[in-house]
């Protein structure tokens, strides 16, 4: 099978955005290439070695590639992918972007992404591994067994790993969790094999559910981890409602001690209330997919509504905020 093949010549500070952007015009699948240089921080948990560059992009360059089927109106997609990086240009170093179009064949890409994928350490005990690597955990670590496909990231990006690293800070044995825009999974995961007694994850797009699924019953959390097609505001209702017949469809004890969103601030802002009025006093909202240009703006969003402010930690112009229900 061919395939329209994009390529958007970026920053590392745009990888996120931009691979959201294709992602969201229908890509089959996308693949991130970063900074090769010597001069780039690596992870050596494993005892790696690095002797020379893993590829010649540029320091603080970036390489990204979408995949879209060979019916798809390329000129349309194009389009509105200029567009739309032209537009985060305001609020981002995207770095003077270039794009390149050309066809392709399935086998040039579809597998080739895995061999970069292997076991990491995110945090002190939690570690996502592939499914397809061999790893044998040390005593008190946690795995994540992680096969996002193409359509998600390998958990491994500086929203994520603050995301999980914020949560290995506020997740109690016992908690209710709620995850909002959950994707590939991985958060709600975490939450559970930190201790959670149920984590409700919730998902607007219908290949992130079947992801996420997928995902909990690899890591056998089928029994503690409940996902729905929704938003916050709508699942909530429907537990509102089913609460008069006695359901428990959503089990989650109302009001729950966790709530976490890895999601751009922008929809972070429409349901900060919401948050506040689903967790209990006390409870912990932890927010990530937030650029540190909007830091700011966000933590105004959770003040406004009564949150307080207790942690704010950075990686890579990425932040994530944890606010408490005082």
Avoid at 64 to 74: A, E
Avoid at 151 to 174: D, K, N, Y
Avoid at 282 to 293: D, K, L, T
Avoid at 302 to 314: K, M, N, Q
Wanted: charged share 25%; aromatic share 6%; net charge negative.
């Amino acid at each position: 099978m061919r395939w329209h093949e994009v390529t958007v010549h970026t920053t590392e500070e745009a990888i996120e955005m931009i691979s959201n952007f294709i992602h969201e015009l229908g890509a089959g699948g996308v693949s991130i290439e970063e900074s090769g240089t010597l001069n780039k921080e690596r992870d050596t948990t494993f005892g790696e070695l690095y002797d020379r560059p893993l590829n010649d992009i540029p320091e603080g360059r970036a390489v990204i590639q979408g995949y879209f089927s060979k019916d798809v109106d390329m000129v349309d997609i194009m389009d509105k992918l200029k567009e739309s990086v032209l537009e985060l240009s305001e609020y981002v170093e995207t770095g003077s972007p270039t794009f390149e179009l050309k066809e392709v064949d399935d086998e040039d890409w579809a597998d080739a992404w895995k061999q970069y994928f292997k076991p990491v350490r995110i945090s002190e005990r939690l570690t996502i591994k592939p499914t397809w690597e061999d790893y044998t955990a040390s005593p008190g670590e946690l795995i994540i067994e992680l096969d996002p496909g193409m359509a998600f990231g390998t958990g491994t990006h500086a929203t994520t790993s603050l995301c999980l690293q914020a949560l290995e800070t506020v997740i109690q044995a016992g908690d209710d969790v709620i995850d909002v825009g959950t994707g590939s999974g991985i958060l709600a995961i975490a939450a559970a094999k930190l201790g959670a007694r149920h984590v409700l994850a919730l998902d607007l797009d219908p290949v992130a559910v079947d992801s996420a699924n997928e995902n909990t019953v690899l890591n056998g959390l089928s029994e503690s981890i409940t996902i729905k097609q929704s938003d916050l505001l709508q699942v909530l209702q429907e537990g509102v409602a089913e609460a008069g017949t006695g359901s428990t469809a959503l089990n989650v004890r109302l009001p729950v001690q966790v709530v976490v969103a890895n999601i751009l601030a922008e929809i972070i802002l429409l349901f900060v209330q919401e948050v506040y009025d689903v967790l209990e006093t006390g409870g912990a909202y932890v927010v990530s997919g937030v650029i540190s240009s909007k830091g700011e703006l966000v933590e105004q969003g959770l003040t406004a509504v009564g949150f307080t402010v207790v942690e704010r930690y950075e990686d890579q112009a990425w932040v994530v905020i944890i606010a408490r229900k005082l």
